[in-house]
């Protein structure tokens, strides 16, 4: 790496709030919000979303699909070589595109940082820290890190300044040394070494599968709630499968840390196919090094893992599984090939309504079908009544409460699509400006939802803005939905279904960067029309202090409720006797 004295003519580019410790440079151009570590900060260099307009979105999202489908095709090849397997494509599609739905877009959302940095200094300098090298032992690592450690993402930021380095950019690497200790970093597989299990548990997980080993159909039961899939099962003639430990992340995975990377076997095999556009050249230069080594080095060990499960059903049905669990994934793949087994999915939430889905929709290509909660849109869509809403409370009891639904909201983007281009004040702005415009009277019943799931340090920003306001206890979401007068939602997935199911709703999204899937332009019009869909907080607050003790009034009225109808029977079409229809559409296959 090139090594130069400091020039203050050019700016430092700042990746995290790692390299942000180093002054080497008057000029900083920072690369987001994540690198800040006060209120203090100049945020005049701060680079904007690369995906905060909608024509820059829609055009790496439909690259990010067209080079997922591109690297699944390389990455069957590759696999298929380096275990000297004979598997078709299908096969290790379901093995690794949950992995690589994640890394495409993650990669190349810095990827488009790093550009915007070169175009405001052409000559960069940048801090060339050496710190350990992170091993990936699977795709729910992978996420965890991308989303939330400061290490990861310096190192993901420097493997594509060197690349760009070495293929004709300005980029002045300056040696830097931290203690890594002094920085708090997760620490993971710790779950499996430290958490026992219990007899009981155990026990189940036994008799449930000696009495399901002949069921036909093995349905992930997150897809219903517990009684709606017992009634389910029964009415398929099957027992149902009550499973704790198998199929549970936090157990039945095998703990990496002794498996070490090959990086001498890894490199043997050559990406290189003549692509000129630079960013396929990076992926093909460091793709192999960061696939996730339980697809690799630890094939074997999942796989012997996966064959302890005897299971071998006509049908499987996942909701969650087939994302994060690699010993269910194995355990499907070899069943969908070996045993011709058909595989469907089913929507676990509202993501899917969404033109730009956080999952590039990889499910497309693995699946026989798939269970949607929208009207179809791809060939092998189904609609069908969104399991999580059979029997659900349509109503709320006690109509007294102003509720935010807090937004997750990882420290670095994650994913792609609506609400995961990060901009980490989302919520803390939104519950500042409520706090200041409210009127004195509605802000007497306004209450905080947190989520299990937002960035920590903003969290608590957020808890000590607003003191009381802010709910610190876990598992009341329905609590406060059901005496909820006016809920808000500000961003469109599960929960602001689960809330306008029930009574008044508020959204705040801007149908321009998040617009719904597809032919729906006049109900997005309609939805903003009737004050039901609100671009931004303020006018969303004015509606609040304008409505609020005439809220019924317009929530009954004809022009909100038809509007609702139309999206309702859309995207959560909610049906007579829904578990019927299941149980018709499964034995009728």
Known sequence: LKKVMLDNKNSQFITTSIDNNFQISNKKILAGDWCLDNENNNKSDLLSC????????????????????????????????????????????????????????GELYRWRLVEKALEKDSNLIFSDIKIDKIEIPYTKDYLDLLSSDQFFNYQIFKKILIFLSNNGKKINFISKEINQNEFITKTYNKSKSKTKKKFLPITLDYLSSFFSKFNNIFIDRRIFKFKNYVKLSLKLFQFPSFYYYKFNYRFDHINLRHVKIDREKRNKINFSDGEDDLFHKYLNENIKYDIPKCFLEAYDLINHESHKIKLKPRIILSAVLHYHNEVFKFWLARNVIKNKTKFFSSSHGGGNQLKYCPDLQFENTIVDKKFTWTLPVKDKDIQLPPGKFINFKSSRSDKKFLIYLEKAITLFPAKIGNGQNNYLRLNFDNVINLKKSLSKEIYKNFFYLPTGEHEAKMQETIRNSIQEKFVNKKNVFYKYIDKSKLVICP?????????????????????????????????????????????????????????????DKWWLSNEVQNTLYKFKKNFCNLQDDPINKWTKFLTNI
């Open 50 to 105: 690369p995906w905060g307009n909608n024509k820059n979105l829609s055009e790496d999202y439909f690259l990010s699909q067209k080079i997922l489908d591109n690297y699944a095709k390389k990455l069957s090849r590759y696999l298929n070589n380096f275990h000297n397997k004979n598997f078709p494509d299908r096969y290790w599609n379901i093995l690794i595109l949950p992995w690589l739905a994640y890394y495409i877009p």
């Open 491 to 551: 961003y469109m997935e599960t929960a602001f279904l689960e809330s306008v199911i029930t009574g008044p709703t508020i959204l705040i999204n801007d149908f321009e960067k998040a617009p719904l899937q597809g032919n729906v332009k006049s109900l997005q019009e309609d939805l903003v029309k009737n004050k039901i869909v609100f671009k931004n907080i303020e006018d969303a607050t004015a509606h609040i202090n304008e409505s609020w003790h005439q809220i």
